[in-house]
């Protein structure tokens, strides 16, 4: 990768994750648009490819040793805490984790500004992939992400049980969940997957573009501020090896993701006003909902045992959706899937995919390099605890019905039945929302209020969509390329 040493640029990306490789991919293509992309974690190795653990799909290298990744202290609720990991690599939380690639569903944008209706939105979800089993309408053909799905012959022992379970009880097959009217049923997960490798956007958009000169990556290169002349973004500063400079650009991009996107506004002075000045950063411009509203998908499991082989798979080939629930059966022990865990046992999770919590993302400290407290504020609503108390019902219809095949024995919980086995599903989104009074952005991804100055990343949807949110962030990062492009013509 280039060593920093550019001082202007015309575009700055900062983050080089699933959003931020696919903005200055597509932004590079103008040879006239000089693109520099600045990315904290490492990169492939000087011969251009990522190690194994990076491309086995087979794997989350998400573990307590892994080098990919950065950590932060959540609070689920006030009383359970848990250790988040993102990725901090070139290709971010999509060069790790289980390559789950399922679109929004039309319904979810009505949530969204009215340009982000699900027709509008469909030409950059096309423009992103090529699907390899599915042909016609709905369906890309030349796109950088493949989308693929585990045919049914070869999946593993129980995903073929659990699929046959859900069948039995009468939930309907669902053979295309990248369909705008799939609804519900149980169906084969569409994955940014091909023969067991794990396809990231920057393996896709940029690996293969490394060549333009008119593209720079800087990786191992933390964004300490984004830079102001007034309300006017300039550029960004930036540190690698011990070292501070600044790239001075007139357009500057944040794709660093629902977490670190609103710290980084923060940090420069875009923020709650009273918030950002008790702890000395200077106000650019008071923004009350920065960091502010965010909504994710809470999870909570049901643990089992069952003697059944242990037969490597990307975590999950079939998902059931029923009401606002994904029923999640993975396919080994996440000790089999994340190096470095404890042993512990099989998992079938419960997906709350429309949530009343809201969350909240606040500064403790002005140095960039210490975590901000993320609060989740899960399953405070009664309705919340009600949904997904009637999906751990049907998981055990499931397990029921699946043990007229096999010994299947649940494992018992302590305590409360939800708050014991809570987690979350790192779908964090709406941090930098788009909106119209309240919104931090406006419907072309600026920052209100702010020049020069782009979101595009999750922390920009409106709420999370009821699917997982990967295939979503990359249409999204498309259609800001397209805003970028044309704001520079």
């Given amino acids: 990768m280039s060593p920093v040493e550019a001082s202007y640029a015309d575009v700055i990306v900062v983050g080089g994750g699933s959003c931020g490789a696919v903005v200055a991919s597509r932004a590079s293509e103008n040879p006239d648009c000089r693109v520099v992309l600045v990315e904290s974690g490492p990169g492939p190795s000087s011969d251009g490819t990522y190690p194994p653990e990076i491309i086995d799909a087979h794997v989350l ?28 690599v070139l290709g971010g939380s999509g060069a790790v984790n289980g390559g789950y690639f399922v679109r929004g569903r039309p319904r979810d944008f009505d949530a969204w500004p009215a340009s982000w209706s699900f027709d509008d939105v469909l030409p950059f979800f096309l423009q992103s992939e090529t699907d390899l089993d599915i042909s016609g309408e709905w369906h890309g053909r ?42 519900c049923g149980i169906g084969a997960v569409p994955l940014n997957v091909v023969d ?31 830079l102001f002349d007034g309300t006017r973004a300039t550029g960004v500063e930036v540190v690698r090896n011990g070292r501070v400079s600044r ?22 002075g ?73 042993i512990g046992d099989p998992m079938i999770g419960v997906g709350l995919m429309r949530s009343d919590s809201r969350g909240d993302i606040t500064l403790v400290s002005a140095d960039p390099m210490v975590a901000p407290i993320v609060k989740y504020r899960y399953l405070e609503s009664v309705g919340d605890r ?45 941090s930098c929302a788009m909106g119209n009074d309240n919104g931090v952005l406006d419907d072309r991804l600026h920052v209100q209020g702010i020049e020069g100055l782009m979101v595009a990343d999750t922390s920009a949807f409106p709420v999370v969509p009821t699917r997982g949110p990967h295939a979503t962030a990359v249409m999204l990062a498309e259609r800001a390329a397209d805003f970028l492009s044309a704001s520079m013509t």
Wanted: a negative charge.
């Fill in 386 to 430: 009600r949904a997904v108390q009637a999906g751990l019902d049907r998981v055990a219809e499931l397990l029921g019905t699946l043990s007229r095949r096999h010994p299947i024995e649940v494992l018992e919980v302590r305590g409360d039945p939800l708050l014991s086995r809570l987690g979350t599903s790192l779908h964090l989104s709406g």
């Fill in 142 to 183: 030349g796109g950088p992400m493949p989308v693929a799905r585990t045919p049914r012959g070869v999946q593993n022992e129980i995903t073929k049980l659990f699929h046959d379970a859900a069948i039995t009880l009468g939930y309907p097959g669902d053979p295309d969940m990248n369909d705008p009217t799939s609804a």
């Fill in 247 to 268: 790239v001075i650009a007139p357009s500057v991009v944040l794709c660093a993701g629902a977490v670190r996107t609103p710290q980084l506004l923060m940090l420069s």
């Fill in 61 to 88: 290298p998400v573990g307590p040793s892994s080098p990919w990744i950065s950590t932060y202290r959540a609070e689920l609720t006030p009383e359970i805490t848990r250790w988040i990991s993102r990725g901090r």
């Fill in 196 to 226: 067991g490798r794990r396809v990231n956007t920057a393996a896709a958009y940029v690996l293969p573009v490394l060549y333009r000169s008119n593209l720079d990556v800087f990786t191992e290169t933390t964004a300490l501020a984004v």
């Fill in 270 to 342: 875009v923020g709650p006003a009273d918030h950002i000045a008790e702890l000395g950063v200077p106000v650019v411009l008071d923004h009350p909902f920065v960091g502010r509203e965010f909504s994710d998908h809470p999870e909570v499991g049901v643990h089992y045992r069952a003697p059944l082989p242990f037969e490597p798979a990307s975590p999950l080939q079939e998902v059931l959706h029923v009401d606002d629930l994904e029923i999640r059966p993975y396919t080994a022990a996440f000790d089999r899937l994340i190096p470095g865990l404890p």
